[in-house]
């Protein structure tokens, strides 16, 4: 009686703050996920006189409290007088083109990405041949939609051409005609959102997903690469909700013909997410996914439509098939907001758990979890637009590895959650200031990992089977070939157009790894004109 007394108790409270609380409009308009571009708009998202769901990423540019920041960005230095020649401000200030009027607006640009370097290290050339476009636009309030797609050639560091080479996939990126030295690839997005009232929008796309507060995600990052998705999000008072039904594809799985008839194995994932807003300053987020295989030799499985239920906890239901091959993953995301512009985030990803072993303390392998821990904040020192990133990341061995690598917690060959997969520790640090049409970014980086051996398995390789694993008790952060990377990486750009990001940029990187085996390192200095909004991550 007493635990029904309780959960009457918090049903009541949440009901009383549904009630109390004027239910916020759900915004339409997306804003690709750039860590760059979101935080120049830390003020409003962490600001403490309103709440504001932050850890479910992508945000909407008609967002009430995020338009006026939003469209100050992307108004920077328009000629409201239209004193400027055409050219000039298709250049500097405007879409490409643009069909504007009280009904609908639909833009398209031609996106670049032309970039060049030197990595002085290891005496190599480095280049970059990207040509894209993008379209997006919105009908009326309800309706928007948008696409990019681009093509790409391009020769890279060693370390992360060893990356593409290893793993068959260009990082965050995808396939294509990839070589030991030069690769040719492509890349395409597409999003259709749609809100019917202020409450629910639905969303088609073909994209990523980020859940935190932070420059990682230890629950679901946008990492890998792009996948198919349906994803719901209702807002109620405090609450946000966010679920995701999502088909991905796993090339390194072994096919189940010898030739093309039935392609790359398949994978599906259900995610849900609830995110409360307690107060102005502190919210608690509830994350749970599971994977599974399409198909397996002994035949086809496809989505099963026991996860299809929105609103419903997963455990039970996959607890109802009593020899279920799937796997679930349960999370958690905290954020306080300590100062104005200031919070404290941390993130919590439970993967597997024995508690006779857990209190052991004997370093049980199943004991499988991951934690992140940050402080981000603006106006450093009190010097306007100085924002700030310091985080730490884990992920005990063999987190979100499985016995079958198809219900992994990965896509297309790279990680879901951290970029280093498992056993691994990560201290990061970025520092971000724009001033007028400039834009610097620093980050620093150390991380320490254990790498296998020849036929070990020590548990940072989510793609391996947990059944083959090295060691059954004194598992730890660091088995196996302990390395460490310590990375410095510096940006200046200066924006020419920030309809599209069009920019001129100036970059460099001094990476270090190390173990007692080898050391490899990276001194590059690189230039180009780059274009877009995404998240590309070659800090790995």
């Known amino acids: 009686m007493k635990r029904y007394n309780i959960l009457a108790i918090l049903l009541a409270f949440f009901v009383f703050e549904v009630n109390a609380q004027q239910v916020d409009q759900t915004a339409n308009q997306y804003i690709l996920h750039d860590y760059q571009l979101y935080q120049k708009l830390n003020r409003p998202v962490y600001d403490t006189k309103t709440k504001f769901h932050s850890s479910i990423r992508g945000f909407y540019a008609d967002d009430e409290r995020l338009k006026p920041y939003f469209d100050s960005l992307m108004n920077y230095g328009t000629d409201t007088l239209n004193k400027r020649s055409w050219v000039h401000r298709k250049l500097f200030q405007e879409h490409l083109i643009q069909f504007k009027t009280d009904e609908y607006n639909i833009y398209a640009d031609f996106l670049a990405d032309f970039q060049i370097g030197k990595d002085i290290e290891g005496n190599r050339s480095t280049w970059l041949n990207t040509r894209g476009f993008q379209v997006g636009g919105n009908v009326g309030e309800k309706f928007s939609f948008y696409l990019n797609g681009f093509e790409n050639q391009g020769k890279f560091a060693d370390y992360v051409n060893d990356y593409i080479v290893a793993n068959q996939v260009v990082p965050g990126q995808g396939y294509g005609k990839l070589a030991t030295d030069k690769q040719d690839w492509a890349y395409v997005t597409a999003l259709l959102s749609y809100t019917p009232n202020k409450y629910l929008n639905f969303a088609l796309g073909y994209d990523k997903n980020f859940i935190g507060d932070g420059y990682r995600s230890v629950l679901l990052s946008d990492v890998s690469s792009n996948y198919s998705f349906f994803r719901l999000r209702a807002s109620l008072g405090s609450l946000q909700y966010q679920t995701i039904y999502a088909y991905m594809l796993d090339p390194g799985a072994p096919k189940l013909a010898s030739d093309r008839r039935l392609g790359d194995r398949g994978k599906w994932m259900a995610a849900h997410y609830l995110d409360w807003n307690a107060t102005n300053r502190f919210s608690v987020g509830f994350f749970q996914a599971v994977t599974w295989a399409d198909a397996e030799v002994e035949g086809k499985r496809g989505f099963d439509f ?202 460099g990187i001094l990476r270090q790894e190390k173990n007692s085996l080898s050391k490899h390192n990276t001194a590059m200095v690189t230039f180009g004109l780059r274009t877009s909004f995404r998240n590309l991550y070659y800090d790995f």
């Open 306 to 507: 026991n996860y299809i239920h929105p609103f419903m906890f997963l455990r039970p239901v996959e607890n109802t098939n009593t020899t279920s091959p799937d796997k679930m993953r349960l999370g958690l995301n905290v954020k306080y907001e300590l100062l104005e512009k200031t919070a404290l985030y941390g993130q919590f990803m439970f993967d597997e758990f024995t508690a006779k072993e857990f209190f052991a303390g004997n370093g049980y392998w199943a004991n499988k979890w991951a934690v992140q821990l940050g402080l981000r904040g603006a106006d450093l020192f009190k010097v306007e637009r100085l924002n700030y990133l310091a985080e730490f990341n884990t992920a005990r061995p063999y987190t979100y590895a499985h016995f079958d690598r198809l219900s992994n917690y990965a896509n297309y060959n790279q990680p879901l959650a951290h970029p280093f997969g498992a056993n691994f520790r990560e201290f990061l640090g970025l520092l971000n200031y724009s001033v007028k049409r400039f834009d610097f970014q620093g980050q620093a980086l150390y991380a320490a990992y254990g790498l296998d051996e020849a036929g070990t398995n020590y548990g940072k390789d989510i793609f391996k089977s947990y059944n083959t694993r090295t060691v059954n008790y004194g598992s730890k952060v660091g088995n196996g070939i302990l390395t460490e990377l310590y990375t410095l990486q510096g940006k200046v750009a200066y924006l020419l157009n920030p309809k599209y990001n069009l920019r001129l940029e100036l970059g």
